[in-house]
């Protein structure tokens, strides 16, 4: 959970990091999650498989869990139902759970594990940060950026009426 990392300046103030594990067998993706949610409020971790993130959680409780959905032979989806089962018999907190997913049709993935919140890959730093945010605030987090847009067809302007128009 928060940790107390110290005194802040000389006010006499303490500084809570919170601690975020990132979970990805894709070196890039640890490392470009990474780059864009650390600070010094932030302290991130990683692991690289499912197993891991299970093991890590057990031991440490995490703030929040971003896994990839892809990874090894217990991906994001595995992870979060076993975090779920384990909390459902009181065996760790509850800890929410972005998930990165490869296309927009595995939000039906997401939401079915339990996850707080999703992103679609390809990842962008600004959606990156507002989810984690929106979840270290106890919210959720569903990205938008690739919902298809619908078209209604029949719907909207009349052509006048003209010499091509027929009544």
Avoid at 35 to 48: F, Q, Y
Avoid at 147 to 155: C, E, F, K, S, Y
Wanted: net charge negative; glycine share 10%.
């Amino acid at each position: 959970m928060t940790r107390v990392t110290g005194l802040s300046g000389g006010s006499g103030s303490v500084r809570l990091v919170q601690t975020v594990l990132v979970a990805s067998d894709a070196p890039t993706i640890r490392d470009d999650v990474e780059a864009v949610i650390s600070g010094p409020d932030v302290e991130v971790r990683a692991v690289t498989s499912g197993p891991g993130v299970v093991a890590y959680v057990a031991e440490e409780s995490p703030d929040l869990v971003i896994v990839d959905m892809q990874m090894g032979n217990m991906g994001g989806m595995a992870v979060c139902l076993e975090l779920r089962l384990q909390e459902s018999y009181d065996a760790i907190d509850h800890i929410p759970v972005l998930m990165l997913l490869d296309r927009r049709p595995d939000v039906f993935l997401a939401r079915r594990s339990g996850a707080e919140g999703w992103l679609v890959k390809p990842l962008d730093p600004l959606r990156l940060r507002r989810a984690v945010a929106a979840l270290l605030d106890d919210g959720t987090f569903a990205d938008d950026s690739f919902t298809p847009v619908p078209v209604l067809v029949g719907v909207g302007t009349q052509p006048e009426a003209g010499p091509l128009t027929r009544p």
